[in-house]
């Protein structure tokens, strides 16, 4: 064989080779594993437990969130489930008193002026900036002898607008005129449609689209949620129909009909 044929037939041939095992590499990938037949013991790291099923032999079962901090191995060295598991068992065991309820709504209306007006603020504040407040009430957080809510609302800038100190230092009490108004008492709950159903949400949702602002972890007792970690509220607390109607600035447009020809 001529040079200049070998010169042809090499890169041919790796070109061919080259394809051969990238054909296998993907092949292998997409191959499915061969279980076990024989009968293996149980891999370390596993507890017996009434919720853990063998589904076949030398198939390891998923092990419970609850579980997880009992099992020893790799598994408890990659994952800090102790406080989960704390956790857990600590929001199961949320419950409401009937007393708890009245309580908590008589503190909450301590610092409104009525029913659905913004809260007001119960320490000094410095009124020249809104980084203090989102500081605190960004996120939201509860202490042994405080109890920060989080914003119920998207971020605004002027937190003052709203929100107004209970005892101003710039500002004397002499300067109110007293009054005699009486604003609504809050909702004690929502309807249901029929009993044990998801009570419907008694007040508006605008401005308070944030539910766990006030019956989230920091939340008082009474108004707490006994689910918190169920994120989305409204799919089964429906908004109510009178309070949250949705106003159209104009009257809808409609696009014309086909034409349909006799």
Same mark, same amino acid.
Request: proline share 10%.
């Given at each position: ?97 009937? @007393?708890? #309820? ?5 503190? $909450?209306?301590? &610092?409104? +002026?009525?029913?659905?007006? %913004? ?63 009486? @604003?609504? #008492? ?5 309807? $249901?449609?029929? &009993?044990? +159903?998801?009570?419907?949400? %008694? ?60």
């Amino acid at each position: 064989m001529s040079n200049s044929n070998k010169t042809r037939t090499t890169p041919l041939i790796a070109f061919v080779l080259i394809s051969f095992a990238v054909a296998g590499y993907f092949t292998g990938l997409q191959a499915p594993m061969n279980t076990s037949t024989s009968s293996s013991p149980r891999p370390v790291g596993l507890r017996e437990t009434k919720s853990t099923v063998e589904l076949e032999v030398g198939v390891i079962p998923a092990t419970p969130y609850k579980e997880m901090p009992d099992a020893t191995g790799a598994r408890r060295g990659q994952t800090r489930l102790a406080s989960l598991k704390s956790t857990i068992d600590s929001l199961a065991e949320i419950t409401i008193a009937p @007393g708890d #309820k009245p309580a908590a709504l008589h503190q $909450r209306e301590q &610092n409104r +002026a009525f029913n659905g007006a %913004p809260p007001t603020i119960p320490h000094p504040i410095d009124q020249r900036s809104d980084i203090a407040c989102v500081a605190c009430h960004s996120d939201g957080a509860k202490t042994k002898s405080l109890r920060i809510p989080r914003m119920s609302h998207a971020f605004l800038a002027n937190c003052t607008q709203c929100h107004v100190e209970n005892n101003p230092r710039h500002m004397t009490a002499f300067a109110f005129r007293e009054n005699n108004f009486t @604003g609504l #008492k809050a909702p004690t709950a929502g309807p $249901r449609a029929f &009993n044990g +159903a998801p009570p419907q949400i %008694p007040h508006s949702t605008w401005m308070r689209s944030d539910c766990m602002s006030c019956h989230g972890y920091a939340g008082r007792q009474g108004i707490r949620t006994t689910h918190p970690w169920r994120k989305n509220c409204q799919q089964c607390h429906a908004p109510s129909a009178s309070m949250d109607q949705t106003l159209l600035a104009a009257e809808p447009q409609f696009l014309p009909g086909p034409k349909i020809k006799e």
